[in-house]
């Protein structure tokens, strides 16, 4: 089993940087060498969408266009800590920010684990 936990939301205003971190938990027995872990988003009233994912070994990247070129995403295997550092924040990019992980992510499968989400809010 993988629990998650993200941390780092916030309100910031259209412009500004923010970094979230999702720090991982891993049952004995259970490891994250296999798995891709990313970031979702669901605004109010729309779907949850894809953000940004990395292969927790390999280190390939996926990016959704909406945040290509602003978006960073990263991770410390020592810590098993996933960041997502985001750069020039619009207002559009409001929503709840999930951290997930799972065997498909970069092929776009859905996500086996889920944390419990953080809150981010841009202001024009």
């Known amino acids: 089993q993988v629990q998650l936990v993200e941390s780092g939301g916030g309100l910031v205003q259209a412009g500004d940087s923010l970094r979230l971190s999702c720090a991982a938990s891993?049952?004995?027995?259970?490891?994250?060498?296999?798995?891709?872990v990313g970031w979702f988003r669901q605004a109010p009233g729309k779907e949850r969408e894809f953000v940004a994912a990395?292969?927790?070994?390999?280190?390939?990247?996926k990016y959704a266009d909406s945040v290509k070129g602003r978006f960073t995403i990263s991770r410390y295997n020592g810590a098993r800590t996933l960041y997502l550092q985001m750069n020039n924040l619009r207002p559009e990019d409001t929503a709840v920010y999930y951290c997930?992980?799972?065997?498909?992510?970069?092929?776009?499968?859905?996500?086996?684990?889920w944390g419990q989400g953080t809150q981010v809010t841009v202001s024009s």
């Open positions: 997930a992980a799972g065997g498909g992510i970069l092929t776009g499968r859905d996500p086996n684990y």
């Open positions: 891993v049952a004995s027995g259970y490891s994250l060498s296999a798995y891709a």
């Open positions: 990395i292969g927790w070994m390999t280190g390939n990247t």
